[in-house]
């Protein structure tokens, strides 16, 4: 089975670049490169990545797109633009030429207007993206779900995929809300979810696997085994039980679908999502 981990991030820490990582996030106030994570990938058994921004900027994706050309393992870049830029389209038609480029992300979570994406500049950039085969990772919490489900709704030839299922409230085991929100997007066939970053919403210290299955219990009948992917979220995962814990977090769950629902889901949706 082959099996892809569509979630990464890279980075040279630097305090002012990633403010962003926060005091109480100090295990991972360091560098993380790919050499770091490959091993911690063959011990599972997972022979490619998906390198996704964590800094908004061109710089960003130069770098990643870099590391990706060192890197065998590292498949494809989601990268950062500015989607409302006059020129987006020149911008968009240049990275198209890179295969590795397979799509772009925009930190919706942190902006201060929750209606972001619904501005008529940023929807501009957006409408672009399907005409360059580009996929667009929406990265928001379930205070903003109400307004992703008006936001696919205007773009249905472009490929979306929810990244972190929404962030839901898994410590606070808080699941109404998110849960009819997380139904209603997968209604669109075409927004796919990723089933990452679960252990950094539990509590980071003390989680159990079990403290998830409500809410995959959710994603997986509401947009089924055919558009749903896994993401280590590395290294964000090294602050509630690492690698091998992103893994364990969802692997006892997939143990009991079908083999054919566990290759679509390790490896071959996000081979197709992304065109890797």
């Not at 997972?46 to 994706?61: H, K």
């Not at 893994?247 to 566990?262: C, G, M, P, R």
Request: aromatic share 14%; charged share 20%.
């Amino acid at each position: 089975m082959l099996k892809i981990d569509s979630h990464q991030h890279y980075w040279r820490y630097h305090p002012v670049k990633d403010a962003w990582i926060t005091g109480d996030m100090a295990a991972i106030q360091d560098d993380f490169l790919p050499a770091d994570v490959w091993p911690l990938m063959q011990r599972h058994g997972i022979s490619g990545s998906v390198a996704v921004q964590a800094d908004q900027s061109l710089a960003e994706n130069d770098f990643l797109l870099d590391l990706a050309r060192q890197n065998d393992f590292i498949k494809g870049v989601v990268g950062w633009i500015d989607l409302k830029a006059e020129n987006i389209d020149d911008q968009l038609a240049r990275y198209s030429i890179n295969p590795l480029v397979k799509g772009f992300r925009h930190i919706l979570q942190g902006e201060a207007d929750d209606q972001f994406m619904l501005r008529p500049d940023f929807m501009r950039g957006v409408r672009l993206l399907s005409l360059y085969n580009f996929t667009y990772d929406i990265l928001v919490a379930p205070k903003h779900l109400t307004y992703v489900t008006e936001f696919v709704a205007a773009f249905p030839n472009q490929r979306f995929l929810v990244d972190h299922l929404a962030k839901p409230y898994i410590k606070a085991k808080q699941i109404d809300g998110w849960r009819q929100d997380m139904e209603a997007l997968a209604q669109f066939p075409n927004v796919h979810c990723k089933v990452s970053g679960m252990v950094t919403e539990a509590d980071w210290g003390d989680w159990k696997p079990s403290d998830f299955e409500p809410y995959l219990d959710v994603v997986f009948n509401a947009f089924g085994a055919s558009r749903l992917m896994y993401g280590s979220d590395w290294p964000v995962c090294n602050l509630a039980g690492g690698y091998d814990g992103a893994v364990s977090a969802i692997k006892w769950y997939v143990d009991k679908l079908t083999n054919n629902e566990q290759a679509l889901f390790w490896g071959q949706n996000a081979i197709d999502f992304y065109r890797l």
